[in-house]
């Protein structure tokens, strides 16, 4: 497993150095737009590398997951500065932190790191054209924190002046090292809370388990096999107080969501259901999914691709649906209801009975992209046309076979039955 992984980790870093070398080369865009393009073409090499490491399994809460990361989004178009803390338990937290957040996220983050990783070839270059800022530690000595204080006070004012007029995410470590001891988080430098407390930034923690068991700090290279859980959460909408405040507070919020996070990825593990989803094995599932498309319709042309569109996704989603009924409604994740798959499988038999007797791949033009453009229609969250279908079949059917008094199938009953299905989904129901 690390040969492996450092095989693909180093195949990852020198293309995504050839890429960020050419767009730094361009002289039509600015140093800001060079950085933002250069994190970019960082953060999807290190989305390429993690899906291709099949012994790294990463585990969230995916709504509360696509939650914060939605609210941090929102936070950037407000245009205020954002602090988001990771504990730092591996050599894996910083490029894992790029591995699951989203691209447009990272494209406006920017970190300190110790000045020697700049020095290392090839990789210290990507560090420095992304725009990171080092820290000039006076001594190598494991556990010796005192900096160049000069040096600093320049890294710290360029590194306020992104954050203040950029709308910038600081990433960082607030415990300055990595930890011997994953469970108990050492103390937070007070120093870099300056940044928090200077801009009133809202402050996030990014918290890990098991990174260690991945990339132990004793060796060169990770890529051990490991499950990976991670969470994240808002601690502060307005950083207010002294650097030594926010520290502690941080400190004693930050640990009571590590506690949280290894408790209940421990009783995950034994078996007891929880929010957590493997989302590494889904986009994986998607990298192979599309790369299993272009190859079928090269193969054997546009309708076979439009068959295996409109059957395969929709057969792995009902699978999931079906297993996600059986965990508890309090810790149930979102999905479809019965209904919805019921009528989404008659929708698909009938039109594939009408293909195959009436051979309208051939009497009709551009048919495989109208059946691809139904089923999509059908299934996607937006339109959810399957669910649209069965609430118009139902109505027909009452018209001609009418409700009897006291009958428990009533249209408005029924109603009201898919109705609940969709709230316990958590979508949104819009009134007919």
């Not at 050492?186 to 996030?204: C, D, Q, T, V, Y």
């Not at 132990?216 to 030594?244: H, M, N, Q, V």
Request: hydrophobic fraction near 40%; charge should be positive; include cysteine.
């Amino acid at each position: 497993a690390r040969v492996w992984f450092t095989l693909c980790f180093t195949v990852t870093v020198v293309i995504v150095r050839a890429v960020v070398e050419l767009i730094h080369n361009l002289p039509v865009f600015s140093q800001q737009k060079k950085e933002r393009l250069s994190m970019k073409a960082f953060c999807y090499g290190l989305k390429a590398l993690l899906i291709s490491q099949l012994q790294l399994k990463i585990y969230c809460d995916e709504s509360q997951s696509q939650a914060s990361w939605d609210k941090i989004r929102s936070n950037i178009k407000s245009r205020r500065a954002t602090v988001l803390m990771v504990n730092h338990t591996s050599r894996l937290d910083g490029l894992l932190t790029a591995m699951i957040a989203p691209a447009d996220v990272i494209k406006r983050s920017r970190s300190y790191v110790s000045s020697f990783v700049f020095e290392i070839p090839i990789f210290g270059g990507i560090v420095s054209r992304i725009g990171h800022r080092p820290v000039h530690f006076k001594s190598d000595a494991d556990g010796f924190f005192s900096v160049d204080k000069d040096k600093q006070m320049k890294e710290f004012v360029k590194m306020s002046s992104f954050l203040k007029h950029n709308h910038g995410i600081l990433v960082y470590c607030p415990e300055g090292t990595i930890n011997k001891h994953p469970k108990k988080l050492l103390s937070f430098r007070r120093g870099s809370f300056k940044h928090a407390s200077s801009l009133r930034a809202e402050m996030w923690s990014l918290t890990f388990v098991n990174n260690n068991l991945a990339w132990p700090r004793k060796i060169a290279l990770g890529g051990l096999p490991a499950p990976i859980f991670y969470s994240i959460k808002l601690l502060t909408e307005a950083a207010d107080g002294s650097p030594k405040q926010l520290a502690a507070s941080s400190q004693e919020q930050m640990q009571a969501q590590l506690d949280e996070l290894i408790h209940s990825s421990e009783e995950f593990r034994k078996g007891y259901p929880g929010p957590f989803r493997n989302v590494s094995l889904e986009s994986r599932f998607y990298a192979a999914f599309q790369v299993f498309t272009v190859l079928m319709y090269f193969k054997h042309g546009m309708m076979a691709l439009a068959s295996v569109l409109s059957f395969l996704p929709a057969l792995i989603l009902t699978v999931s649906d079906m297993e996600a009924s059986k965990i508890p409604q309090h810790t149930r994740p979102k999905h479809r209801s019965t209904e919805f798959w019921l009528t989404y499988w008659l929708s698909f038999g009938i039109m594939s009975v009408a293909e195959q007797s009436a051979e309208l791949s051939e009497k009709i033009a551009g048919y495989p992209l109208l059946k691809m453009g139904f089923f999509l229609w059908c299934i996607h969250p937006g339109t959810r046309g399957a669910r649209r279908i069965f609430q118009q079949i139902h109505r027909w059917v009452k018209m001609i076979q009418p409700a009897e008094v006291g009958d428990r199938d009533t249209v408005a009953e029924v109603g009201d039955r898919d109705t609940v299905a969709e709230v316990e989904d958590g979508d949104t129901v819009a009134t007919q």
